[in-house]
């Protein structure tokens, strides 16, 4: 898995760049942009994540937990909040609004229920006020 992640990245990293590009624009009312990833695996993502964010990863797979590690001592512009050993359709250690943005790349097609999942972005992402 670790690389096919590298190869991967090589890939696809401009458009990665491109698809992250705004993730700034999602900063909550704390100043600091809280993102949730689901199937976070080795941590593929975290090179195009905005310095400072805070990320809580979320996988159900405890073999990847290792990998996060060394994936966030790489990355050392992320603040890493923690590692949930969960499924992302069933997250109650996330509170409720407690995200500005929820990442899932290559999950959603190897998750039991799709609906689920989304029931559970859409709980955990924080509300936004359109004024």
């Given at each position: 898995m670790?690389?096919?992640?590298?190869?991967?990245?090589?890939?696809?990293?401009?458009?990665?760049?491109?698809?992250?590009?705004n993730l700034q624009d999602f900063v909550g009312p704390s100043g600091k942009l809280s993102l949730l990833e689901l199937g976070c695996g080795t941590g593929a993502n975290f090179k195009f994540y905005p310095?400072?964010?805070?990320?809580?990863?979320?996988?159900?797979?405890?073999?990847?937990?290792?990998?996060?590690?060394?994936?966030?001592?790489e990355n050392r512009h992320l603040q890493f909040e923690r590692f949930l050993l969960a499924s992302g359709e069933n997250m109650p250690q996330v509170a409720?609004?407690?995200?500005?943005?929820?990442?899932?790349?290559?999950?959603?097609c190897s998750v039991e229920s799709q609906e689920r999942i989304l029931q559970e972005v859409r709980r955990v992402l924080r509300p936004i006020l359109f004024i």
């Open positions: 670790l690389r096919f992640t590298v190869r991967y990245n090589e890939q696809m990293a401009s458009k990665k760049r491109e698809l992250f590009s310095p400072g964010c805070s990320v809580t990863c979320s996988d159900p797979n405890p073999n990847f937990e290792k990998f996060l590690i060394k994936s966030m001592a409720d609004g407690s995200m500005d943005v929820v990442v899932c790349t290559l999950v959603l």
